[in-house]
């Protein structure tokens, strides 16, 4: 299977593309070049070399006497390393033992000198000269003059092809490995490995190509660092002037009022935190706090802390669930999704669930509440910073988008995963899972 894998993707691959290529023109060379030179070569044969080849076999036909001698004919075939057959109503006679059935010839060429006939005749894939002395049939062939077809001198111009093309292709191969790297480059630039670079040695374009990237990288780093710094830095800025706001509200005599500035002001603080939160954990260089925590001791801390008036319903298993994590920001986590659920859910209609089992190797946190739902082209996105299914941001409709996004920073950093299903005006369940 992983052989056939190679062989499919080496076939999309430029340098896959190449060898093809030149296994192409090397087969329409064969077929043209090799078919005109093969009609030269017969061309040539038939006006310039048969002429003096028959013109000798004329002496050696005449050395035979007539009639045709066989013990002469046996001599000059060990001589002159020739295959002589000499065939007539009374014998058939040959140098090497194999005799020819003449109705199995096929006549290719002719020639005539002094007046008599010679016929170049295949036989059996092998070619002899035919003409005729008296009332005998006399044949002459050179033994192995080419090599027969099956035999290992007939395929060893195309073993040698085949060794050429693993050649090219090991060739074409190392020429274009670059390629590779610059992928695999990109790709792990692309899944947040921003400090990754290239590493080609090389002086033509590819080396320049992989050159190129590491700049633009570098460039994109710089850019999401100055990005990362300054919004960390006007953060960190806002939490003095709310916390001084707060402090100033607390002289106001209408208590309404300071009320609603108050709720204002920590949602603007909420908001700062998830913010620098986010940041803390987009970075490649995140630590987190793992210790061996009890999973529903935290859930039950969050419930007393943050909900303990809002109706909510816990399904927590009687066995102890114990996980290694960073309990303050899977705290954060398991929060933000009740807080989510209950925000979508209507004092009419049930209230949010929230279940903690463990699944197979898994942890597993569901929130589910029983709100309007969510349209499915939504879903997608939901996990996306600052985006909302309500474009409308009401605090009766939900907070800022970064809930969610939060949440699943938080799982991914735990090695875990964040999923949302949805159906409208039943509601929404989101799941997460940690493994154990």
């Given at each position: 299977m992983k052989l056939w894998q190679k062989v499919v993707k080496s076939r999309h691959s430029l340098s896959g593309k190449l060898v093809l290529l030149f296994v192409v023109m090397a087969f329409l060379f064969v077929i043209f070049v090799g078919s005109g030179f093969r009609h030269f070569i017969n061309h040539h044969f038939r006006d310039n070399v048969q002429p003096h080849i028959v013109k000798y076999l004329e002496y050696v036909q005449a050395d035979l006497g007539s009639p045709p001698d066989p013990r002469r004919a046996q001599q000059l075939a060990k001589e002159l390393n020739l295959e002589i057959q000499i065939i007539n109503n009374q014998r058939q006679w040959s140098s090497q033992g194999r005799v020819i059935d003449l109705s199995d010839i096929?006549?290719?060429?002719?020639?005539?000198?002094?007046?008599?006939?010679?016929?170049?005749?295949?036989?059996?894939?092998?070619?002899?000269?035919?003409?005729?002395?008296?009332?005998?049939?006399?044949?002459?062939?050179?033994?192995?003059?080419r090599p027969e077809r099956g035999s290992f001198r007939g395929w060893l111009p195309f073993v040698i092809l085949l060794i050429i093309l693993l050649l090219l292709y090991h060739g074409t191969r190392r020429l274009f490995s670059p390629i590779e790297t610059i992928q695999a480059g990109v790709k792990r630039f692309g899944q947040g490995e921003l400090d990754y670079r290239i590493n080609v040695k090389r002086r033509d374009e590819l080396g320049e190509l992989g050159q190129s990237f590491n700049s633009m990288a570098n460039d994109i780093q710089q850019m999401l660092e100055a990005k990362r710094q300054l919004l960390l830095a006007i953060s960190h800025e806002l939490r003095s002037p709310l916390t001084r706001a707060k402090v100033a509200s607390e002289f106001l005599d209408d208590e309404k009022q300071k009320t609603l500035i108050n709720r204002e002001l920590d949602e603007m603080e909420t908001l700062i935190e998830e913010l620098l939160e986010t940041e803390r954990l987009t970075t490649r260089h995140?630590?987190?706090?793992?210790?061996?925590?009890?999973?529903?001791?935290?859930?039950?801390?969050?419930?007393?802390?943050?909900?303990?008036?809002?109706?909510?319903?816990?399904?927590?298993?009687?066995?102890t669930i114990s996980i290694d994590v960073d309990a303050a920001r899977i705290k954060l986590l398991i929060k933000n999704l009740i807080d989510n659920a209950v925000r979508h859910t209507s004092e009419d209609t049930s209230p949010p669930h929230v279940v903690l089992h463990e699944d197979a190797n898994n942890v597993v946190i569901q929130v589910t509440d029983t709100g309007p739902g969510i349209d499915e082209k939504h879903l997608p996105h939901l996990t996306e910073p600052f985006y909302r299914a309500d474009p409308s941001r009401q605090r009766e409709t939900g907070g800022y988008g970064l809930g969610l996004y939060l949440c699943k920073i938080i799982a991914e950093a735990h090695d875990g995963n964040l999923q949302i299903k949805s159906i409208l005006g039943e509601g929404t369940t989101v799941t997460v899972t940690l493994h154990a």
């Open positions: 096929e006549i290719q060429h002719s020639h005539a000198i002094n007046g008599r006939q010679y016929n170049l005749v295949i036989y059996e894939d092998r070619e002899y000269v035919m003409t005729e002395v008296d009332d005998s049939t006399l044949l002459f062939t050179v033994p192995r003059l995140t630590v987190l706090n793992k210790t061996r925590q009890n999973l529903n001791t935290l859930v039950s801390e969050v419930k007393t802390s943050y909900f303990e008036t809002t109706p909510l319903t816990l399904s927590i298993p009687d066995e």
